[in-house]
């Protein structure tokens, strides 16, 4: 199929360069100079693992080109809008003008007959609107939600856990339905499950999954406060929880909290739809999930200042972890960066390490110290605090190295990643996040 994907941030490039490898004909194109000259060259914009390696080899087929003009999506018979929705100014709805602006520069080029395929996240109702916007192109609005884990995108996209697709219940929607079906035929054959639901539900579907994480997140985090309060082991609990198979264990690690570019702004954004619909009291808990969510980072923060025993001023703190998580470099409202700049305001001489994510920190937090080398990180600090579970920290490091190189044998744990007997026998004096 030749295909369009508007939009070449995170979400487009990631779903160019996989539809290229099953084999689509891919025009990926972005208003952004920098970032289409590099992603011609084959080189990711950001570090997502085994990009790299499918932008090359679709470059190299002649399957995957990108563009910065928007005529070049003329003739494809499907169009993927994956433009960013990010929080609006000054408040917490989304901001739909990405959308907008793609939709009304793509519509001179559509044909009757096209789909046009929307994956960004969006408020419900927008598709509906998008669908008058479309009405005299003669293309077909559907609505494909993305549900992709950062450090997992490629993975998610080519072999994802279920594909859900929504379309209005006429001979058209129909018809691009099976247009969908085809895209990703590969994955059907493989046993994904294919939801077809109405446009609502696909826009839904997405926020939904997103308040749920977080919510479960959050759970975990409020009862490691009680955990804290008590004497008991929020791990522990975690683990007996997890053995219910109506919770499950995924998602009940209690730490720092959640962050990055989605979760954060999606949970936000829906709650602002939801009280726009006059329903926001059916989502009001979720304004206590990101409330639970930014405290875990304040009891961070004071775990380093309580070891260190109130005395902060000029003490060397090694923060290992700047990314919002593992396997990506991905900064946005990242709980790690957050400690690692509160500390700073305490007047802790700061430095910090990331595997990914330290060009990426320099540019939003400049006053923080960098390496680029765990060791050297580590070396002299009063205080080490784990705040990205990156397998360098929590598998590779071993407490009898750090302990060669550091001057004060204390660790926070912020992802409780780490075996605290293991630290606590080499005679780190070690804390967790609800933790004994």
């Known amino acids: 199929m030749r295909m369009s994907v508007i939009g070449c941030g995170y979400l487009g490039a990631v779903h160019a360069a996989a539809m290229a490898s099953i084999g689509h004909d891919v025009i990926g194109i972005d208003v952004d100079e920098q970032k289409v000259a590099a992603l011609e060259a084959g080189t990711a ?22 563009s910065t003009e928007m005529a070049d999506a003329e003739g494809c018979e499907v169009h993927f809008l994956a433009v960013g929705t990010p929080q609006i100014a000054g408040g917490h709805a989304a901001d739909l003008r990405y959308v907008d602006a793609a939709v009304a520069g793509l519509i001179p080029y559509l044909r009757a007959g096209d789909v046009v395929a929307g994956k960004s ?9 998008l669908v008058s ?3 005299d192109s003669g293309a077909t609005l559907v609505w494909n939600p993305e549900f992709l884990r950062e450090g997992w ?14 379309a209005e219940a006429d001979g058209a929607g129909e018809r691009a339905v099976a247009v969908i079906r085809e895209v990703y035929a590969e994955a059907i054959a493989a046993g994904t499950p294919f939801l077809v639901t109405d446009l609502a539900t696909a826009e839904l579907v997405k926020g939904a999954a997103n308040a749920f994480l977080a919510t479960k997140i959050s759970f975990i985090n409020a009862m490691a ?27 009940l690690g209690a730490g720092i909290g959640f962050g990055g570019g989605c979760l954060p702004k999606d949970i936000r954004a829906f709650t602002a739809r939801a009280e726009e619909l006059g329903r926001g ?18 009891r961070a923060v004071s775990l380093v200042v309580d070891a260190l025993g ?20 991905d900064i946005r409202d990242s709980p790690a960066l957050d400690v690692a700049v509160r500390l700073r305001g305490l007047g802790a001489d700061v430095i910090v390490t990331d595997p990914a994510a330290i060009e990426n920190a320099k540019s939003a937090h400049p006053q923080l110290g960098y390496t680029q080398s765990r060791d050297e990180a580590l070396r002299e600090a009063d205080a080490v605090v784990v705040v990205t579970e990156w397998d360098e920290y ?24 780490l075996d605290s007997d293991a630290w606590r026998a080499a005679g780190w004096q070690y804390h967790g996040m609800g933790r004994r």
């Open 394 to 417: 929590r598998r590779d490091l071993t407490p009898e190295h750090a302990g060669g190189l550091v001057r004060g044998r204390i660790i926070v744990d912020g992802r409780n990643c």
């Open 225 to 251: 406060e009680l955990a804290e309060a008590s004497g008991a082991d929020v791990t522990l609990l975690a683990d007996a929880l997890g053995y219910d198979t109506r919770i499950g264990r995924r998602y």
């Open 153 to 166: 995108a490629v993975h998610d996209t080519l072999t994802p856990d279920r594909l859900v697709v929504g």
């Open 121 to 129: 996240t969006v408020p419900v109702g927008t598709a509906t609107a």
């Open 133 to 135: 916007q479309l009405a």
């Open 45 to 66: 914009p950001f570090f997502e693992p085994q990009l790299p390696e499918l932008l090359a080899a679709g470059i190299k087929s002649g399957r995957l080109r990108f």
């Open 281 to 298: 009291d059916a989502v009001g808990f979720l304004r206590e999930v990101d409330t639970i969510n930014l405290r875990r980072r304040d």
């Open 310 to 329: 109130g005395l902060v001023f000029g003490r060397r703190i090694a923060v290992l972890g700047a990314a919002f998580k593992p396997f990506s470099d």
